[in-house]
């Protein structure tokens, strides 16, 4: 006879980015399962209106994370986004807890893109802001067509 195990292990939280070099800030959720490693990311661009959605999964977990439950400080991932306009990015993170890290990663025509994700709603609203100021003298960002 087996054993089932019910946990709360899906949790959903927002994500926030920019491009580096271009006036377009980025927001979304992720919907993450923490016993997989694995999350669903959907997100869409401020200005531009392009749609990304894909997954992310963790491919380093540090060993001190095996010895404290719910630990996950400095696990390391990486993410696959494919966008509306036909834009592909890749990213790496590192988490800072379970539900919260940062990362950076490019399009497949090198334009930046940083982000974090799992803040408070005041602190995401902040990090905006300053996202938005410092993109304000930036170019809009290029969006692909779509044949």
């Known amino acids: ?20 070099a271009y006036n377009e800030v980025v927001l979304g959720e992720v919907n993450s399962n923490l016993m ?6 959907r997100a869409r661009t401020e200005h531009s209106g392009i749609e990304c959605t894909g ?9 001190s994370n095996y010895f404290i439950p719910g630990y ?7 993410a696959e986004l494919r966008c509306s ?9 590192e988490a800072l807890s379970c539900k919260r890290g940062f990362g950076k990663g490019y399009d497949e025509n090198g334009a930046g893109f940083s982000f ?9 609203l ?6 938005k100021v ?14």
Do not use: N
């Open 36 to 41: 997989t490693g694995t999350a669903f990311i």
């Open 116 to 124: 974090t994700f799992g803040m408070k709603r005041q602190e995401a």
């Open 1 to 20: 006879m087996g054993v089932a195990v019910a946990c709360g292990c899906t949790v959903t939280y927002p994500v926030v980015g920019q491009f580096d």
């Open 85 to 93: 306009d036909g834009r592909q990015i890749s990213t790496t993170f």
């Open 134 to 147: 410092s993109a304000y003298r930036s170019p809009h960002l290029y969006v692909f067509s779509i044949a």
């Open 72 to 78: 996950c400080r400095g696990q390391i991932g990486e």
């Open 126 to 131: 902040a990090y905006i802001a300053k996202a």
């Open 55 to 63: 997954s992310s999964r963790v491919v380093h977990i540090p060993a």
